[in-house]
């Protein structure tokens, strides 16, 4: 017992090592995204994210853009909890049936101009979970969408490029 003890005191502890992360390259695309976002609506964006469904993959990379390592709000974008604050909406998940009003109540709710993400491979087309029972379809089926980003999950990276592609796509769009 001592052995076994005294065995664990001096071995690693058995986590996998944390993601590479280039810190400068995050920093330069969250302030893309803030000074895309300032030309196009005159100040930094609002998101409102709704899972519509998801497996929560989706949900724990987006939550990490707001936790210490990531620290969104330090470019200025903010995640609200009401549609009626938002700019946009950053959807994950297939469709549930049971989300299916939801969703449509928060597209609704959400003032002009708004912009649709549809995050993560689910969003699009339902993913691994299309043809379910309980799964209507990709985000596109119930609300427009704006722009798709891929993945499963897509990565905190992935999330702020595809929001500096679609404020930049809409602020062309404008001009
Ligand atoms: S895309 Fe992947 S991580 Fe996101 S909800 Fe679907 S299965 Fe989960």
């Not at 300032?38 to 998101?47: E, P, T």
């Not at 707001?66 to 974008?77: I, K, P």
């Not at 994950?92 to 928060?106: D, F, I």
Request: net charge neutral; hydrophobic share 40%; aromatic share 6%.
């Amino acid at each position: 017992m001592r052995d076994l003890l005294f065995r664990n005191l001096l071995r690693k502890p058995l986590t996998e090592a944390p993601p590479e992360c280039d810190d400068r390259a995050l920093t330069e695309l969250a302030a893309a995204v803030d000074r895309a976002a300032r030309r196009r609506v005159g100040r930094s964006l609002a998101i409102r994210q709704v899972d519509a469904g998801s497996c929560n993959g989706c949900e724990l990379e987006i939550h990490a853009l707001n936790n210490a390592y990531y620290d969104l709000e330090r470019f200025g974008l903010r995640f609200v909890a009401s549609p009626r604050h938002a700019d946009v909406l950053l959807v994950t998940g297939p469709v549930t049936k049971n989300m299916r009003e939801g969703l449509e109540r928060t597209y609704a709710a959400t003032p002009n101009p708004k912009w649709v993400v549809a995050a993560g491979d689910c969003a699009r087309d339902g993913g691994c979970f299309a043809g379910s029972y309980a799964v209507v379809g990709g985000v596109a089926e119930i609300i427009p969408v704006d722009l798709h980003i891929p993945g499963c999950p897509p990565s905190p990276t992935a999330l702020l490029q595809g929001l500096i592609a679609l404020v930049e796509k809409s602020t062309r769009g404008v001009q």
